[in-house]
């Protein structure tokens, strides 16, 4: 079964990067996703890497992908109190539409 | 212009009633999704749709309905509400066709609250 976990809860200060953890169990993963959801709202596409890559840096967002491991990372550079929400991790797996997500990490930046 | 809406945004209604929540794309996609985010944010998949056409449910109750006029819309409707179908519920859209391995997105709605009392 597909399995999609990460830590539920993330403290920085502002200025600081941020590292937020995921790790999957489908070895069939070909995309995987992350997603901001900010209080009250839905769902917002970060970034996403294809599994034949091992990072991806958009900005201050930098992706690490270790497929060995079926771990994923985002690191946040710089962030910012505007980064504070909660983020999600998504995998999607080879011949299928839908996604499986983690249960999110609530990233809480403070001043 | 926005790409994925739903209807209401909040929707309060008692136990036992029956509701539907309306869900809109305007960005061409030919695959809509219905997501369920319960009280402690866990996100899972209720329902895929590939023009028009139902392609994954995943074993929702059948008080559960979807009805995809056109593609451009999926409207979930939802028999004897109960209170566990307290929830936050996602509609996405994306341009995918079922079986393949694509790179494209899914696009979100921000969520219709629904609260049974």
């Known amino acids: 079964g597909e399995d999609v976990e990460q830590s539920l809860f993330l403290s920085v200060r502002e200025g600081d990067s941020s590292v937020i953890n995921c790790t999957y169990t489908?070895?069939?993963?070909?995309?995987l996703y992350w997603y901001k959801q900010e209080p009250g709202a839905g769902l917002q596409l970060l970034t996403y890497?294809?599994?034949?890559?091992d990072m991806k840096q958009d900005q201050r967002l930098t992706v690490l992908l270790n497929k060995k491991d079926k771990h994923l990372s985002l690191r946040i550079a710089d962030t910012q109190t505007g980064d504070s929400a909660i983020y999600f991790c998504?995998?999607?797996?080879?011949?299928?539409?839908?996604?499986?997500f983690g249960k999110g990490t609530m990233l809480l930046v403070s001043p | 212009d926005t790409a994925v809406s739903q209807t209401p945004k909040y929707l309060v209604t008692q136990m036992g009633n029956d509701k539907s929540i309306k869900c809109e794309q305007n960005?061409?996609?030919?695959?809509m999704y219905w997501y369920k985010q319960d009280s402690k944010k866990f996100l899972k998949i209720m329902f895929s749709?590939?023009?028009?056409?139902?392609?994954i449910n995943e074993t929702v109750p059948n008080r559960f309905s979807p009805k995809s006029p056109d593609k451009a819309h999926l409207n979930l409707h939802i028999n004897s509400l109960e209170l566990g179908d307290s929830a936050v519920y996602f509609c996405?859209?994306?341009?995918?066709?079922?079986?393949?391995?694509?790179?494209?997105?899914?696009?979100f709605g921000d969520g219709t609250r629904l609260s049974i009392l």
């Open positions: 960005l061409g996609h030919d695959t």
């Open positions: 749709y590939n023009n028009k056409e139902l392609i």
């Open positions: 890497i294809f599994s034949n890559m």
């Open positions: 489908d070895s069939s993963s070909t995309y």
């Open positions: 998504a995998q999607r797996a080879s011949g299928y539409s839908t996604l499986t």
């Open positions: 996405a859209s994306s341009q995918d066709l079922p079986g393949t391995a694509s790179n494209q997105p899914q696009h």
